[in-house]
């Protein structure tokens, strides 16, 4: 069973502050790793996407992944209340069309 | 202007009725996905198309058809066989082309069952 884990929170940080989500993966063959923002009621966003070990940065965004360890996270610096959203992880496997997701982690930004 | 659209924004079924949801893109994406999502739960796959005139059962398909008969175009049925229909909806599609798929995803559809 493919599964993508992910701690439901919510995760509270101040304005300002850097805030940090994470996500754990069991397919070991997995190779594409997405962040997608989901305002209430809307549909999940793509935000960020990364394929190889390391950082990707956009922006306020760092996407890390480390798949030794099975685990990709985002960063968010100069946290904004406007950041405030449900973020998924999802994981795709090469010459798969399919991606798994993770339930979301909910991110609160107080002013 | 490119992009992923649904239709209807909300849709209320009656027990035993068949509806169908609309997903049209004009990306020029082969591959096309049907999800739901329930309150505090994540995406399931219900079925996918990687190609015009092909598409395959995703986690979730017991009560769901679909049908690709244009690249641009892939419909969903919510039968009766389903036995708890009421979700949100979510339409997506990748250029399926390559290793990687980012998927993008239309505004969704809430349906409703009364």
């Known amino acids: 069973q493919k599964e993508v884990e992910q701690n439901s929170g919510p995760l509270s940080v101040p304005e300002g502050a850097i805030a940090s989500l994470n996500c754990t993966y069991s397919?070991?063959?997995?190779?594409?790793f997405f962040w997608y923002r989901q305002y209430s009621g809307k549909s999940p966003e793509l935000i960020m996407f990364?394929?190889?070990?390391g950082d990707k940065e956009d922006g306020r965004f760092t996407a890390q992944l480390n798949k030794a360890s099975q685990y990709v996270s985002l960063l968010i610096r100069d946290s904004q209340p406007s950041d405030s959203a449900t973020y998924l992880c999802?994981?795709?496997?090469?010459?798969?069309?399919?991606?798994?997701f993770g339930t979301g982690t909910r991110l609160l930004v107080s002013p | 202007d490119g992009g992923i659209t649904q239709s209807p924004k909300y849709l209320f079924r009656k027990e035993g009725q068949n509806v169908t949801l609309s997903c049209e893109q004009n990306?020029?994406?082969?591959?096309m996905y049907w999800y739901r999502q329930d309150p505090g739960q994540g995406l399931r796959l219900i079925y996918y198309?990687?190609?015009?005139?092909?598409?395959q059962k995703g986690d979730i398909a017991e009560g769901y058809s679909v049908s690709r008969e244009k690249k641009e175009s892939f419909p969903l049925t919510v039968t009766s066989a389903q036995k708890n229909p009421t979700a949100f909806y979510l339409c997506?599609?990748?250029?399926?082309?390559?290793?990687?798929?980012?998927?993008?995803f239309g505004p969704g559809t809430r349906l409703t069952v009364l």
């Open positions: 997506a599609s990748s250029s399926g082309q390559g290793s990687y798929n980012e998927q993008f």
């Open positions: 397919d070991r063959g997995s190779q594409s």
């Open positions: 990364i394929y190889s070990n």
């Open positions: 999802a994981v795709g496997l090469t010459g798969f069309q399919k991606l798994v």
């Open positions: 990306l020029n994406h082969d591959a």
């Open positions: 198309s990687q190609i015009v005139n092909d598409f």
